[in-house]
């Protein structure tokens, strides 16, 4: 089976075992998820990343111990990518809006802030 959006995937399989009081999430690796899970990390949405290798490759595995993730979503997608400037990144209803930037993964607020347009990667709360 192909995977199209693994950003999507890497979501669903954190919302999935927030859902059910898992406290870990092993997920295939890249760079970008990497860098997605540091920064959910950064604003306690998850408590710990790390990276390994096994026989099925690079993964990285994530600790969500005590947290509760309600809702998390996919906002571009790989055949429809959503770029906005610094003043299009509307308030999300709650939590916090992930934006790919030139600078690195920011929230809604820092990229305002900064004065930074991007990709909006999604949504979490």
Known sequence: MVMTDPIADMFTRIRNASSVGKD???VPHSNFKEEIAKFLKSQRYISEVR?????????????LKGLNISHIKRLSKPGQ??????KEIKNPDAGIIIVSTSQGIL?????RRRKLGGELVGEVW
Do not use: I, M, N, P
């Open 24 to 26: 870990e999430v092993v």
């Open 51 to 63: 990276k390994f290798k096994d026989k099925k490759g690079t993964r990285q595995f994530l600790a």
């Open 81 to 86: 990518q959503w770029y906005v400037s610094w």
């Open 107 to 111: 929230t809604r607020d820092e990229a």
